[in-house]
């Protein structure tokens, strides 16, 4: 039986899972949450990894964690809101198997009253960051013909939700930016992927509201970040297009494709009568 084919590659070749098992990690906003989680399940797979963060007080312990399950772990402090920063990261890496672009952060606020710093620096840090670090690994992945690239995205960015216009933006861009650049790579030997979690139980919100969500969204419990980071790992081996999790937001999401108009009237309705109550 012939294999499908996807823009000239067989999507066997694609898609063919690859054992994380001795390939070098660099993640993104490793110092807490989502990617404290990933480098620790990284390790657990056996994988190498080198972890960046702002707050590099943060990332030793997460290091000697890595450490402790026999891998390699190397620490790098950076902002990638800036590209200088960026660059200097992935030369700093060396050979890199997989990048997962996870660092972000919200502000949740109605798009009336948003500082335009805000929105400013959450695109240079969700969105622009993930692209700079890509433009910088991406040329010698593609001169291997091997690697895979991992994008956080967030079912925000799949759905607008009110007060949170500034963060939807920047994942939209990012969707847009991961499905772009999995056409142009896909018969080259790179793999990208995208992992969509909805609320996620971790200090994330300590600069994004909680409170500020649309009520209805509120209803899909926050999961650990351990799971989502379970999907990242299994993201980069597979390279699956895109998971969504937890089901509730995958089923919900699935609507909004289906019928975008009445997805936000649901959202509307049920967030209008939840937050009176």
Known sequence: MAKKTVHGATQSSVLS????????????????????AAALEFARRGANVVIAARRGELLDEIARLCRDRGVS???????????????????????????????????????????????EEMMRTNYFGAVWCT??????????????????????????????????ATKFAMIGFSEALRDEVIDRGVRVAMVCPGTVDTNFFVKAERGKMPGASRLILAIKPERVAKAICNSAE????????????????????????????????????????
Do not use: W
């Open 73 to 119: 772990c190397t620490t790098i402090v950076a902002d990638v809101s800036n590209r200088t920063d960026c660059k200097r990261l992935i030369d700093s890496a060396g050979r890199i198997d997989i990048l997962v672009n996870n660092a972000g952060f919200a502000i949740f606020e109605a798009i009336e009253n948003a500082k335009p710093e805000d929105l």
């Open 135 to 168: 433009q910088a690994a991406l040329p010698a992945m593609l001169a291997r013909r091997e690697g895979t690239i991992v994008n956080v995205a967030s079912i925000a960015g799949m759905m607008g939700y009110a007060r949170m216009g500034g963060y939807c």
């Open 17 to 36: 899972p690859q054992s994380s098992s001795g390939k070098t990690v660099v993640i993104t906003g490793a110092s807490s949450g989502i990617g404290r």
């Open 238 to 277: 597979d390279g699956r297009y895109r998971r969504i999790l937890p089901l509730g937001a995958a089923v919900y999401m699935r609507l909004k494709e289906f019928s975008p108009r009445l997805a936000h009237l649901l959202m509307r309705r049920v967030s209008a009568l939840l937050e009176k109550g």
